[in-house]
């Protein structure tokens, strides 16, 4: 099993950056693929970003795509999701999740693990 914890949550204005963390612990990290995922108020929990096992394959939301980048180190067993030029739409609580598809994910159901989730608040 795997333990995650989300870091890097708050309250920004629009244009500013954020950085999340995900520390993952328990099995070996570099055996899972990674994915953040962000669920607004009233709203379903949707897919943001994914990074295969071993860093080389990543994937975006289409409104994040240029503005977000996910990676990982396996050294230090986490994942990470730079967001810059956020907007107030971005506002929502992110969580980390990890998968033992080998593969990358775009379904919540198809991940195994979940961190605690952070929020993430875009003042415009």
């Known amino acids: 099993q795997a333990q995650l914890v989300t870091f890097g949550g708050g309250l920004v204005q629009a244009g500013d950056s954020l950085r999340l963390s995900c520390a993952a612990s328990?099995?070996?990290?570099?055996?899972?693929?990674m994915g953040w995922f962000r669920q607004a108020p009233g709203k379903e929990r949707e897919f943001v970003a994914a990074?295969?096992?071993?860093?080389?394959?990543?994937y975006y939301e289409d409104s994040v795509k240029g503005r977000f980048t996910i990676s990982r180190d396996n050294a230090k067993n986490t994942v990470y999701l730079q967001m810059n030029s956020l907007k107030p739409e971005d506002t929502a609580v992110y969580y980390c999740a990890a998968t033992t598809y080998y593969s990358i994910r775009y379904s919540a159901h198809e991940y195994d693990y979940w961190g605690q989730g952070t929020q993430v608040t875009v003042s415009s």
């Open positions: 990074i295969s096992r071993s860093g080389s394959t990543t």
């Open positions: 328990g099995r070996i990290f570099s055996t899972y693929a």
